[in-house]
């Protein structure tokens, strides 16, 4: 049987493809969601957060089930709650059900998000970690692409439960590659217990890189989500072409994303391509509300963000050894889990407020805006924390010589 670490990067790519796939689920249904069960857009940003929210209480456990269990074993389990969850919102009649099953599949997500992670950077931390994990990271914006270029449509032409229901058969495949291929990388050295404490300085790197990784998806999820909304309301496109012209820019990651990755990797400028892609996002974000050709902020911004993401994810294990690996990730997505289905939850309340989506998309440059600043507030503490090593070292090889010379 192959074992190479490319054929486990296309199964953890599966997994993560049916992941992007069932979380579009409610976003891409929303108009469907809203005429037959009548719920405003609080209530459809509330289903959006729930697939990300119970990641607050999962990314500590599901460290702690790996050590016990292994990696695949657990995240086999959370794929089997992802199919349960899905299948609850397939029969469901009302908002709470939906609404339950959705919490159901986002327990299952929660457990892949963190794991699945960790499972790419030990097949990749020696070498091409960037394009492991650009590739990796492909399969979320792939499922979502596909959710918004299949959902609305099986919901027009069939119903909105029948495409809750096919989210589950897609998870279904991904499960079952999962258990005939995936196994873990044999260890180069010998295994070390695993620390059970991070250092203060560790734990706020995770902290910083946890904090730009969460405004960096909130903002991409918000415009995903609302971005058709807006050209419904500006435009008076119809929902379909709407979510198709949406759908373009998390089709173009197919080919940023890697390229971020390859460029991040062999050329070495992954900060010019981490702080100018971010830059490029905030300007594309708010221009959004007010272009003429839509469809170019929306290129714009995928392709900014597809850029920047390989590098913003690589972030944890550019300061985490092995050993700090599974607890420094579960602090690194408690920032992601906790605060990205908050911050969606508000862009909704924005467009309730205000009538219109233009405002959760402004919010949503501003949010990237603030991933800038925290990303700066990153580069400079890894700075700091390398000029502080490389002068203790020069310190102690001083009072050696000085040593040597006395004897």
Same mark, same amino acid.
């Given at each position: 049987?192959?074992?190479?670490?490319?054929?486990?990067?296309?199964?953890?790519?599966?997994?993560?493809?049916?992941?992007?796939?069932?979380?579009?689920?409610?976003?891409?249904?929303?108009?469907?969601?809203?005429?037959?069960?009548?719920?405003?857009?609080?209530?459809?940003?509330?289903?959006?957060?729930?697939?990300?929210?119970?990641?607050?209480?999962?990314?500590?456990?599901?460290?702690?089930?790996?050590?016990?269990?292994?990696?695949?074993?657990?995240?086999?389990?959370?794929?089997?709650?992802?199919?349960?969850?899905?299948?609850?919102?397939?029969?469901?009649?009302?908002?709470?059900?939906?609404?339950?099953?959705?919490?159901?599949?986002?327990?299952?997500?929660?457990?892949?998000?963190?794991?699945?992670?960790?499972?790419?950077?030990?097949? %990749? &931390?020696?070498?091409?970690?960037?394009?492991?994990?650009? /590739?990796?990271?492909? $399969?979320? @914006? *792939?499922?979502? +692409?596909?959710?918004?270029?299949?959902?609305?449509?099986?919901?027009?032409?069939?119903?909105?439960?029948?495409?809750?229901?096919?989210?589950?058969?897609?998870?279904?495949?991904?499960?079952?590659?999962?258990?005939?291929?995936?196994?873990?990388?044999?260890?180069?050295?010998?295994?070390?217990?695993?620390?059970?404490?991070?250092?203060?300085?560790?734990?706020?790197?995770?902290?910083?890189?946890?904090?730009?990784?969460?405004?960096?998806?909130?903002?991409? %999820? &918000?415009?995903?989500?609302?971005?058709?909304?807006?050209? /419904?309301?500006?435009? $008076?496109? @119809? *929902?379909?072409? +709407?979510?198709?012209?949406?759908?373009?820019?998390?089709?173009?990651?197919?080919?940023?994303?890697?390229?971020?990755?390859?460029?991040?990797?062999?050329?070495?400028?992954?900060?010019?391509?981490?702080?100018?892609?971010?830059?490029?996002?905030?300007?594309?974000?708010?221009?959004?509300?007010?272009?003429?050709?839509?469809?170019?902020?929306?290129?714009?911004?995928?392709?900014?963000?597809?850029?920047?993401?390989?590098?913003?994810?690589?972030?944890?294990?550019?300061?985490?050894?092995?050993?700090?690996?599974?607890?420094?990730?579960?602090?690194?997505?408690?920032?992601?889990?906790?605060?990205?289905?908050?911050?969606?939850?508000?862009?909704?309340?924005?467009?309730?407020?205000?009538?219109?989506?233009?405002?959760?998309?402004?919010?949503?440059?501003?949010?990237?805006?603030?991933?800038?600043?925290?990303?700066?507030?990153?580069?400079?503490?890894?700075?700091?924390?390398?000029?502080?090593?490389?002068?203790?070292?020069?310190?102690?090889?001083?009072?050696?010589?000085?040593?040597?010379?006395?004897?």
């Amino acid at each position: 049987m192959l074992t190479s670490r490319w054929l486990m990067l296309a199964v953890l790519f599966a997994a993560r493809l049916a992941l992007g796939y069932q979380f579009q689920s409610a976003g891409s249904l929303a108009p469907f969601l809203a005429r037959d069960l009548a719920l405003d857009y609080a209530q459809v940003a509330t289903l959006i957060g729930m697939f990300i929210l119970p990641g607050v209480a999962m990314s500590i456990p599901s460290g702690l089930l790996t050590q016990r269990f292994g990696d695949k074993n657990v995240v086999v389990c959370g794929m089997a709650l992802m199919i349960i969850g899905s299948v609850f919102e397939g029969l469901a009649a009302n908002y709470p059900s939906i609404l339950f099953g959705r919490g159901l599949s986002g327990i299952g997500g929660a457990i892949l998000t963190v794991i699945m992670s960790k499972m790419v950077i030990d097949w %990749f &931390i020696d070498r091409d970690l960037f394009v492991g994990l650009a /590739v990796f990271i492909v $399969g979320w @914006p *792939v499922g979502i +692409a596909t959710a918004q270029a299949t959902q609305s449509r099986l919901a027009e032409g069939l119903s909105w439960q029948v495409a809750f229901i096919f989210s589950a058969v897609l998870v279904t495949l991904a499960l079952l590659l999962m258990v005939m291929f995936y196994r873990s990388p044999v260890p180069t050295e010998p295994a070390a217990p695993e620390r059970g404490k991070l250092t203060r300085w560790e734990i706020g790197m995770v902290s910083l890189a946890g904090v730009v990784w969460m405004l960096f998806n909130a903002a991409y %999820f &918000i415009v995903v989500s609302f971005g058709p909304t807006q050209l /419904v309301e500006q435009a $008076g496109m @119809p *929902v379909t072409e +709407a979510e198709s012209l949406v759908s373009v820019m998390s089709w173009e990651f197919i080919f940023a994303l890697p390229l971020g990755g390859y460029l991040a990797a062999r050329l070495g400028v992954a900060n010019p391509i981490l702080f100018g892609a971010l830059c490029v996002s905030i300007i594309a974000a708010a221009a959004i509300p007010f272009s003429v050709t839509p469809l170019l902020p929306f290129v714009m911004f995928g392709l900014a963000l597809a850029l920047a993401a390989p590098v913003i994810i690589a972030l944890p294990a550019e300061v985490l050894g092995a050993r700090a690996r599974r607890p420094g990730l579960a602090i690194y997505y408690v920032w992601y889990f906790g605060g990205t289905p908050v911050l969606i939850s508000f862009a909704g309340l924005l467009n309730g407020q205000v009538g219109s989506a233009s405002a959760s998309l402004l919010f949503a440059s501003v949010m990237m805006a603030c991933s800038l600043l925290f990303a700066s507030a990153f580069r400079f503490c890894q700075a700091a924390k390398f000029h502080q090593l490389r002068g203790h070292r020069a310190a102690r090889h001083g009072s050696s010589l000085a040593l040597g010379s006395k004897q």
